[in-house]
């Protein structure tokens, strides 16, 4: 997995950042599906995390898993 600080460092309408330990949940109770799913789940939970918020910075994702 290959993200941007764009992902841990959004933020939400408190002004509190997703952060790192948010995305590792994220992707540990995704983990089953494949990379597309994963890299779905994380965005929609970073989307879902921010709200209305603007996106401030580049969001990028890379995930690759080994079948």
């Known amino acids: 997995m290959l993200y941007t600080d764009g992902i841990t460092e959004a933020q939400n309408i408190e002004e509190k950042q997703y952060d790192l ?12 599906g494949n990379a597309k799913q994963i890299q779905q789940a994380v965005i929609n ?9 603007k ?4 969001i990028t994702l890379l995930v690759l898993k080994q079948k």
């Open 45 to 53: 939970d970073v989307k879902n995390y921010i709200g209305t918020q």
């Open 21 to 32: 330990s948010r995305l590792c949940d994220v992707i540990s109770s995704n983990w089953s």
């Open 55 to 58: 996106i401030q910075d580049d």
